[in-house]
């Protein structure tokens, strides 16, 4: 096993430009609400092997949503997290008993419909922002992101549902994607994926990530709770946008 900080299937350079990557994308996340997961993601399957980048980029997740989640833990909206924690284990449960491979567009295409309809469409009916419809929504959530890693941005505006105070919104989405997160450790290992090559990364990508969440935070209070809902909703707007695109291209209906 080797120790090194930096695996050698990105080497030094690109392993530095991540760090620095996590540190800017945690701050994002922090400050606006949503999008620095997404953005990292794109930018670790830009240098990263197919097979490491959504297991090592859903612990670097795990880290940062759970230092996000620490340092706000006064505004967590414990009833929610109750109802989505259930949830989070039927999702990876189905999930690691089917291990399907879901086409590209239709998840891209669905996440990114939701997400603008929860965005700029009508407010969803109280029954289903209650603890069945959460239940509903983590399940499927969780499950979904065992395969494409992307599911923050509609988790994001689920909640956003729910809260309209800026720090209630950041804290429960965080806590909410921490335990979204957590089984991948399990369900990958099991599959036979070897964290250990990537641990010391991983571990200070995760560092990264909470110095830029103490930024992102600091931020956010500068931010009125309207304010931050129209670039929270502007940045998961550009975020379901990108999706469609790809959709579109992942489809054929466009040409890559």
Same mark, same amino acid.
């Given at each position: 096993?080797?120790?090194?900080?930096?695996?050698?299937?990105?080497?030094?350079?690109?392993?530095?430009?991540?760090?620095?990557?996590?540190?800017? *994308?945690?701050? /994002?996340?922090?400050?606006?609400?949503?999008?620095?997961?997404?953005?990292?993601? %794109?930018?670790?399957?830009?240098?990263?092997?197919?097979?490491?980048? +959504?297991?090592?980029?859903?612990?670097?997740?795990?880290g940062s949503n759970a230092?996000?989640?620490?340092?706000?833990?006064?505004? /967590?909206?414990?009833?929610?997290?109750?109802?989505?924690?259930?949830? %989070?284990?039927?999702?990876?449960?189905?999930?690691?008993?089917?291990?399907?491979?879901?086409?590209?567009?239709?998840?891209?295409l669905t996440i990114a419909?939701?997400?603008?309809?929860?965005?700029?469409?009508?407010?969803?009916?109280?029954? =289903? +922002?209650?603890?069945?419809?959460?239940? /509903?929504?983590?399940?499927?959530?969780?499950?979904?992101?065992?395969?494409?890693?992307?599911?923050?941005?509609?988790?994001?505006?689920? +909640?956003?549902q729910i809260h309209r105070?800026?720090?209630?919104?950041? =804290?429960?989405?965080?806590?909410?994607?921490?335990?979204?997160?957590?089984?991948?450790?399990?369900?990958? =290992?099991?599959?036979?994926? %070897?964290?250990?090559?990537?641990?010391?990364?991983?571990?200070?990508?995760?560092?990264?990530?909470?110095?830029? *969440?103490?930024?992102?935070?600091?931020?956010?209070?500068?931010?009125?709770?309207?304010?931050?809902?129209?670039?929270?909703?502007? %940045?998961? *707007?550009?975020?379901?946008?990108?999706?469609?695109?790809?959709?579109?291209? =992942?489809?054929?209906?466009?040409?890559?």
């Amino acid at each position: 096993m080797s120790l090194s900080l930096f695996p050698d299937a990105i080497g030094p350079g690109i392993g530095l430009f991540l760090l620095l990557a996590s540190t800017l *994308t945690s701050m /994002i996340t922090a400050a606006l609400g949503a999008g620095g997961g997404v953005l990292l993601l %794109v930018l670790m399957a830009s240098w990263m092997p197919p097979a490491a980048i +959504i297991p090592v980029h859903g612990m670097i997740q795990l880290g940062s949503n759970a230092g996000r989640a620490t340092l706000t833990r006064r505004h /967590i909206d414990w009833r929610v997290i109750a109802a989505f924690a259930p949830g %989070v284990l039927a999702g990876a449960a189905l999930g690691a008993w089917l291990l399907v491979d879901l086409p590209e567009y239709l998840w891209q295409l669905t996440i990114a419909l939701f997400v603008l309809y929860l965005c700029w469409g009508p407010a969803l009916p109280k029954a =289903s +922002i209650g603890k069945p419809g959460i239940f /509903i929504a983590s399940t499927l959530t969780s499950f979904i992101s065992l395969f494409v890693g992307a599911t923050g941005p509609l988790v994001a505006a689920f +909640i956003k549902q729910i809260h309209r105070d800026r720090f209630r919104t950041v =804290s429960t989405f965080a806590t909410a994607m921490t335990l979204q997160h957590a089984p991948k450790a399990l369900v990958f =290992s099991v599959a036979g994926f %070897v964290f250990s090559e990537w641990l010391p990364f991983i571990l200070a990508m995760i560092a990264c990530g909470f110095a830029g *969440t103490w930024i992102g935070l600091h931020l956010l209070k500068s931010m009125s709770n309207r304010w931050f809902t129209l670039v929270f909703n502007v %940045v998961l *707007t550009l975020l379901a946008l990108r999706l469609l695109w790809l959709a579109a291209i =992942s489809s054929g209906w466009l040409a890559a």
